[in-house]
C-alpha cells in the first residue's frame, strides 16, 4: 500500500534540503533568474521521471527551457484548423517568440 504522507514528507523534507544547502550556494543565481529567463537552449522530453534533462546535460538553472511531455511528442507543424494546439506547440512559440531561444 503507498503511503502518501510519507511521500509528502519526503517532498517536504526534500525541500528544506534544497532551502539549507544548493539554494543557499546558488543564491546569486536564483535572484538573477527572478527577474527573467534567457536560455539559449530548448529541451523536447519525455515526461519519465528516470530522465531529468537538467541533471544529464548538466544544465544550471535558467540554462535551459525544458518542455517534458508523454513520449516527448511534438505535434506537426502544419495542424487543421478544426484541431486544438497541442501543449508542445505553444511552448515551442513561447521558447522561440518570447524567449528568443536559439536552439531547439
Known amino acids: 500500500m503507498i503511503d ?13 534540503r534544497f ?14 533568474l527572478r527577474d527573467g529567463q534567457e536560455p539559449a537552449t530548448m529541451i523536447i522530453a519525455c515526461a519519465d521521471s528516470r530522465a531529468d534533462p537538467a541533471m544529464i546535460f548538466d544544465a544550471a538553472p535558467g540554462e535551459l527551457f525544458t518542455v517534458r511531455n508523454v513520449a516527448a511528442m511534438v505535434p506537426p507543424a502544419q495542424i487543421p484548423p478544426d484541431e486544438r494546439q497541442h501543449g508542445t506547440s505553444a511552448a515551442i512559440e513561447f521558447a522561440v517568440r518570447g524567449l528568443d531561444v536559439e536552439h531547439v
Open 4 to 16: 502518501f504522507a510519507d511521500d509528502a514528507q519526503d517532498l517536504i523534507a526534500g525541500y528544506r
Open 19 to 32: 532551502r539549507a544547502s544548493r539554494y543557499r550556494e546558488a543564491r546569486d543565481v536564483f535572484y538573477r
